[in-house]
């Protein structure tokens, strides 16, 4: 399926904002850059980096979290024949910012930036906190348990605390493999 010149568009004018937010972040600190800057680098209006990012500074680095709920739900859904639902999740959580190792350039330096600004690690934090829900739905259907079972809730919310809490320790991929360790020993049926 080919995409139509708006559609492309789209995508040029947030990719040009995305690209622009992330040099002046680097250059002068997320805190020291205004939307107006930003816009201005880009060559739009601060109406069209809003239209683009209605989460404001953070969205721009992070986006809307909506990408990390699908992925995150079907690491569980998706998983191969024989991986256990914990194994998936530490499987996905190990390809993404501080726990990957083979990162392209672009997403290695944002991701040096979410870990170093306070305001983007508190943004990322409640990104993955949002989808509590939907990992515990996933979990249910997995299991065959009611979706409002306690033990699943606290499990999707431990998994969605691991990427903040790994991912300040000097070995972020060590402390994941930690934390599934002591989920394994809570659920050891998942």
């Known amino acids: ?3 139509g010149r708006r559609e492309r568009k789209k995508a040029a004018t947030r990719k040009a904002l995305s ?3 992330l040099e002046l972040f680097l250059a002068r600190g997320f805190d020291k850059v205004t939307v107006a800057e930003i816009a201005e680098a880009a060559d739009t209006a ?6 683009h990012f209605p989460g404001g500074k953070e969205a721009l680095v992070l986006g809307d979290g909506g990408e990390r709920g699908a992925a995150l739900t079907a690491a569980v859904r998706e998983r191969a024949d024989g991986t256990s639902v914990l194994d998936a999740l530490r ?3 190990a390809t993404r ?3 990957a190792t083979d990162l392209p350039r672009e997403f290695r330096r944002r991701t040096e930036l979410v870990l170093a600004t306070p305001a983007l690690r508190a943004h990322a934090r409640a990104l ?3 989808n509590e829900s939907a990992l515990a739905h996933a979990l249910a259907e997995e299991t065959g348990r009611a979706e409002d079972d ?3 809730r606290v499990l999707a919310r431990f998994v969605l605390e691991i990427p903040d809490l790994a991912s300040r320790e000097p070995d972020p991929l060590a402390a994941l493999d930690t934390a599934f360790a002591h ?3 809570g659920w050891p049926d998942l």
């Open 1 to 3: 399926m080919t995409t």
């Open 19 to 21: 690209d622009a937010a």
């Open 46 to 51: 601060v109406s069209t980096l809003f239209a």
């Open 91 to 93: 499987e996905f959580l």
């Open 97 to 99: 910012g501080p726990f």
């Open 128 to 130: 993955w906190a949002s």
């Open 150 to 152: 306690l033990s699943l």
């Open 183 to 185: 989920l394994r020993r």
